[in-house]
């Protein structure tokens, strides 16, 4: 399977945006891998690369295939964050996967995830979550082509 472009990490806890990107990292699916602990951040970050903000593709900016984003963060949270993400270029997102990554299992959070057509994991992240993404990933993406 191809390596992603890359990854964004979005979750306010610093030991989780660790162990899921060694997890990340250990499987060697992405050339770039980023993190941020709220979702201002992450969006800021989002905007900058939909427009172009950068000279090419780097360590630092890069266009994610892949987001993982938590719900509960202090400042933007993972909805408020989905919220401006839809506002983005269409064709900016239109190879983006979205994935709220949570410990919550409120069918409201469920629900909320369905409407942004983001798909909606439980925590911890685990290699088998990840292939089974990358797979649907891999799939939509061929559907598109």
């Not at 269409?90 to 942004?116: C, G, W």
Request: no cysteine; net charge negative; charged share 30%.
């Amino acid at each position: 399977m191809r390596k992603l472009s890359g990854i964004l990490l979005i979750d306010d806890d610093d030991t989780t945006n660790f162990l899921n990107q060694r997890l990340l990292d250990r499987m060697e699916v992405a050339k770039h891998i980023r993190t941020f602990v709220n979702g201002k951040q992450a969006f800021d970050y989002l905007y900058n690369v939909s427009n172009n903000n950068y000279e090419e593709e780097s360590d630092e900016y890069f266009k994610p295939e892949l987001i993982f984003l938590d719900i509960n963060m202090p400042v933007m949270d993972g909805f408020e964050m989905l919220d401006l993400y839809e506002r983005l270029n269409p064709e900016f997102r239109q190879r983006i996967m979205m994935v709220v990554l949570t410990t919550s299992t409120h069918p409201q959070d469920t629900a909320n995830s369905q409407k942004y057509n983001a798909e909606y994991l439980i925590k911890p992240l685990t290699a088998e979550k990840v292939n089974n993404l990358l797979k649907k990933h891999s799939d939509r993406n061929k559907k598109e082509a």
